[in-house]
């Protein structure tokens, strides 16, 4: 496809950029970007495209086709005329009169990150090659097919889901698994069988579900182990309950959730250490158990399901669309962060393509089970101190909306739009988790009790919030939170501020979720989602929630004094040095000074007096000057004017009159 771009003050070619390989373009995020907010973001535009940008590839780009050069961000194209370089595009729209308009503006700034993105060295397989801070930019594809399929697809059941997907995980509720952080171990999960049919029915109830769907949540994600489905002998089935009794339990659930008017993705859960080392014949029995589920599925009017990670998710898929049909959703995981920082590559669902995973014409929609978690790694949990933990907070926080990347890149270039099932919590730590399961110990845990009365944490995580909101719902079809609340003990544990950023419940308690109603809805008080995104993170992690002293206010002009102030008594001129009227250096000693004073005819003495005052005003009015044109520094710190003769030590005037000009002696007087 070939895409054409005239910027419009001259009839100028227009510059072609396409990519060869399907109808994929990198441009600006128009749902974020667009005429009607391009006036409030354009002070920004340096930081949020050409920072990044201008350096990429070495800081220069190629056209398409080649012009037999290379180009620049301070050198853009012939073809681009009127628009010299990259701030010329913020220069021009601000130039009056205006004859360069917002519209014109952001083409500029499609042609410009398509042509930086077809630069690049892959573009076909590097999710973070169309990028800008803020997550300004995005990948423009042609619409999918699963779009108006999920719509469909989703309304299915008891309940209607219109997208975007705003759901909750039932974490702790049927494994132990899915979320660690719920119960603080897979110890504390109920391990007899009255224990645990107890827990199914009391740790989620139906206020609950009523609770859910009054904060403006349309669904729910029920995570439930795999074995409940697996039906033949094997040696990783295990239960102290009959899968007919577990089954019974969860469709219990699953009718509590319709009720409230909540619709139901239904997630298979299995062991770690199964998923990694699956054989083939163990995922031939997970492929049992995955057809098995979509009917149970279908049966019970559950909108989708998701499937376990697999090293055979073909064999899954491939079961889960013959007993689902057309009218169920699947989610199948996509590999991603990985594929930022390996040679695998996520799963390739477009239609047409030679992988097993290709969308058939007869089967329900597929999507992407994305995993957004950003609290395994290193750098992005470690902080040792209080300062570190708030600058820690201000990168989540200012790169939450750059990880819209990772949703395009599944939608244009691996064939399905992607849901957010995990990772999707406030934390910027792993603390909540059971020791043995953090990354390491780096002091990240050491400071938590400070944001628990924190009025700058509090405002932090409420933008973090909603700029996952905006970033989730703006790139994939939604999200589901990470866990709906924590169990009693664990919330007394981890302590209020963890127990809020890992469970929505505790958030919403506490603030720090944007109020969510339904996206149809004209009153919502969340309006649209890319508001969050639209806000910039405040930079003030230096401080927290200490503040500067206030600062002195500048010296006036013509100073007022203070109420009560005392006019201090003029200093007395205490020696005044006059030569000899007639030859000879002149004296040093106070005998020789008072000696020549004498001897000083009365007119002379008179014309010195004057000459000195006339010098003093001089002086005086000079010290004023320099002090009102910021010349000197004025003393400001000890409550009086700086011209009342304080500050200064001693004013050293020569003589005024003419007569004494040629001579070497001075005037002195104490100030």
């Known amino acids: 496809m070939q895409r054409a771009l005239y910027f419009g003050l001259v009839a100028a070619p227009a510059v072609v950029l396409a990519d060869a390989a399907s109808s994929v373009t990198c441009g600006v995020d128009r ?34 086709p080649s012009d037999g050069g290379t180009l620049g961000c301070a050198n853009f194209p012939p073809e681009w ?19 360069f308009s917002a519209s014109q503006a952001l083409d500029a700034l499609d042609a410009f990150l398509d042509a930086v993105y077809l630069s690049s060295d892959s573009p076909l397989t590097d999710p973070g090659a169309c990028d800008s801070s803020g997550g300004f930019a995005c990948l423009h594809c042609d619409p999918s097919p699963h779009a108006s ?96 009794v577990a089954l019974e339990a969860v469709a219990a659930t699953v009718a509590q959730a319709h009720a409230a008017g909540l619709g139901v993705l239904l997630a298979l859960e299995v062991d770690s ?152 919590v406030l934390a910027v730590d792993d603390c909540a988790l059971p020791s043995d399961q953090r990354r390491g110990n780096y002091g990240q845990c050491d400071n938590l009790a400070v944001r628990d009365s924190s009025g700058w944490w509090h405002r932090h995580a409420l933008s973090l919030a909603a700029k996952k909101v905006s970033t989730y719902e703006r790139g994939g079809a939604g999200w589901s939170f990470g866990a709906w609340k924590l169990s009693d003990s664990q919330a007394l544990a981890v302590g209020p501020y963890a127990t809020s950023t890992w469970s929505l419940k505790g958030a919403v308690s506490a603030g720090l979720f944007p109020k969510l109603e339904s996206p149809s809805s004209s009153s919502s008080s969340w309006q649209e989602p890319a508001e969050g995104c639209l806000v910039p993170t405040v930079p003030d992690f230096a401080m927290g929630d200490a503040t500067y002293a206030p600062s002195a206010e500048p010296t006036p002009y013509a100073w007022v004094p203070p ?21 000879g250096a002149t004296s040093s000693s106070s005998s020789e000074t008072t000696a020549a004073a004498a001897s000083v005819p009365a007119p002379l003495l008179v014309s010195a007096m004057a000459g000195l005052f006339g010098g003093l005003c001089v002086a005086a009015g000079a010290l004023a000057y320099a002090l009102r044109k910021g010349f000197l520094q004025a003393p400001t710190q000890r409550g009086y004017s700086p011209v009342a003769g304080y500050g200064v030590s001693q004013v050293e005037l020569a003589p005024c009159n003419p007569a004494y000009s040629t001579r070497t002696s001075s005037v002195q007087v104490q100030v």
């Open 273 to 424: 250490s199964k998923s990694s080392g699956e054989s083939a014949a163990t995922a031939a029995v997970s492929a049992s158990a995955a057809g098995a589920a979509a009917t149970w599925a279908v049966l019970h009017n559950c909108a989708g399901l998701e499937l376990p990670p697999s090293n055979h998710p073909e064999l899954s898929l491939a079961a889960a669309r013959t007993a689902g049909g057309k009218n169920l959703v699947l989610l199948l995981p996509d590999g991603l962060p990985g594929i930022v920082n390996k040679a695998n590559e996520a799963p390739n669902l477009s239609s047409g393509s030679s992988s097993a995973l290709a969308t058939e014409a007869d089967a329900g929609p597929v999507f992407f089970a994305h995993d957004g978690g950003r609290t395994t790694l290193i750098s992005d949990i470690a902080s040792a101190t209080e300062a570190d933990d708030r600058l820690k907070m201000f990168y989540h926080e200012n790169t939450a909306c750059n990880w819209k990347t990772d949703l395009d890149f599944l939608a244009c270039r691996r064939g399905a739009p992607a849901l957010l099932t995990s990772g999707f």
């Open 81 to 99: 005329a009127p628009l010299p370089d990259a701030n010329s595009i913020v220069s021009m729209y601000e130039t009056e009169p205006k004859n």
């Open 31 to 64: 749902t974020l970007l667009n005429e009607g907010t391009f006036d409030g973001v354009k002070d920004n535009i340096a930081l949020n495209f050409f920072a990044g940008n201008c350096g990429r590839n070495r800081g220069v780009f190629v056209t398409s």
């Open 563 to 583: 109420p009560g102030w005392q006019v201090p008594t003029p200093q007395p001129i205490n020696c005044l040095e006059l030569p000899a009227v007639e030859g």
């Open 149 to 244: 399929a999920l719509a469909k697809a989703l309304e299915l059941g008891d309940s209607e889901i219109s997208p975007p997907v705003r759901a909750v995980t039932l974490a702790g509720l049927y494994t132990a698994t899915d979320a660690p952080w719920v119960l603080g171990s897979a110890d504390a999960y109920p391990s007899d069988g009255t224990s645990l049919q107890h827990h199914w029915k009391t740790f989620i109830g139906a206020e609950d579900f009523e609770e859910m769907k009054a904060l403006g949540l349309n669904a729910v994600k029920l995570p439930v182990p795999e074995r409940f489905f697996i039906t033949e002998p094997s040696d990783i089935v295990s239960s102290v309950v009959s899968n007919l």
